[in-house]
Nanobody, 115 residues
Framework: QVQLVESGGGLVHPGGSQRLSCAASGFTFSSFAMSWYRQAPGKERELVAA???????NYADSVKGRFTISRDNAKNTVYLQMNSLKPEDTAMYYC?????????WGQGTQVTVSS
C-alpha cells in the first residue's frame, strides 16, 4: 500500500523557520521524483519545489532563496526546509511522488504564518 505521511506543520511567526517531512512507503522511492505543492483557500494549487530521482531541484520564484528541498533515499523521506517565512506562505502543503506511470499524494499538513 502506497503511503505518503507528512509532518512538521503548525503555527510559526513571520521570519521564522519550519521543516516539513514526508515519509514514503509502498513503492521504490529512489526511482520517483518528489515535490511539494501548496494550496491556500480560494487559490489554485501551486508547485513549490521539486527534486528529481537524480537530485536536480527547482523552485517557484516566490520561495527561491528561502526554501530548500532535499531527499534521503536511505530513509525514504523528502524534506522542505522553510526559512524567512511570510504570511503569504500560509497554506496546506502536500507531498507528491511521481514516475512515468503513476502519481501519489499525501494528506497534507497545514502551515500557518501569523503574529
Amino acid at each position: 500500500q502506497v503511503q505518503l505521511v507528512e509532518s512538521g506543520g503548525g503555527l510559526v511567526h513571520p521570519g521564522g523557520s519550519q521543516r516539513l517531512s514526508c515519509a514514503a512507503s509502498g513503492f521504490t522511492f529512489s526511482s520517483f521524483a518528489m515535490s511539494w505543492y501548496r494550496q491556500a483557500p480560494g487559490k489554485e494549487r501551486e508547485l513549490v519545489a521539486a527534486i528529481t530521482a537524480g537530485s536536480i531541484t527547482n523552485y517557484a520564484d516566490s520561495v527561491k532563496g528561502r526554501f530548500t528541498i532535499s531527499r534521503d533515499n536511505a530513509k525514504n523521506t523528502v524534506y522542505l526546509q522553510m526559512n524567512s517565512l511570510k504570511p503569504e506562505d500560509t497554506a496546506m502543503y502536500y507531498c507528491k511522488a511521481r514516475d512515468r506511470w503513476s502519481a501519489y499524494w499525501g494528506q497534507g499538513t497545514q502551515v500557518t504564518v501569523s503574529s
